[in-house]
């Protein structure tokens, strides 16, 4: 599946934006997606993951109640909405997908990668 990633930019502390995921390619209801993060100079890390029909969602504890993840399988969309942004959340968010929500937190399984978008949050 093809993944591409849109909605970062510049914020401030305390502000709110919303990621947007486009995917194609596969039947995106065969995987189940995640969001994930890198920082300058540091490793990329999970954000957020949501099943293939959006039942299931699980949070890194540094998001968990400031992020919300979501999925229009009708129009092939992940979403992540981010609420009370800190300088901490800066990072370039990419989203992905995996087959299996039991690999949902697992970076290595997943196969298909968007390209990344980068969200800067000012103090």
């Known amino acids: 599946v093809q993944l591409q990633a849109s909605g970062g930019g510049p914020v401030q502390a305390g502000g709110s934006l919303r990621l947007s995921c486009a995917a194609s390619?596969?039947?995106?209801?065969?995987?189940?997606m995640g969001w994930f993060r890198q920082a300058p100079g540091k490793e990329r890390k999970f954000v957020a993951g949501?099943?293939?029909?959006?039942?299931?969602?699980i949070y890194a504890d540094s998001v968990r109640g400031r992020f919300t993840i979501s999925r229009d399988n009708a129009n092939n969309k992940l979403y992540l909405q981010m609420n009370t942004l800190k300088p901490e959340d800066t990072a370039v968010y990419y989203c992905a997908a995996v087959s299996g929500w039991r690999w949902v937190k697992v970076q290595s399984r997943y196969r298909d990668w968007g390209q990344g978008t980068l969200v800067t949050v000012s103090s």
């Open positions: 949501i099943s293939e029909f959006g039942e299931l969602t």
């Open positions: 390619g596969r039947t995106v209801t065969d995987y189940s």
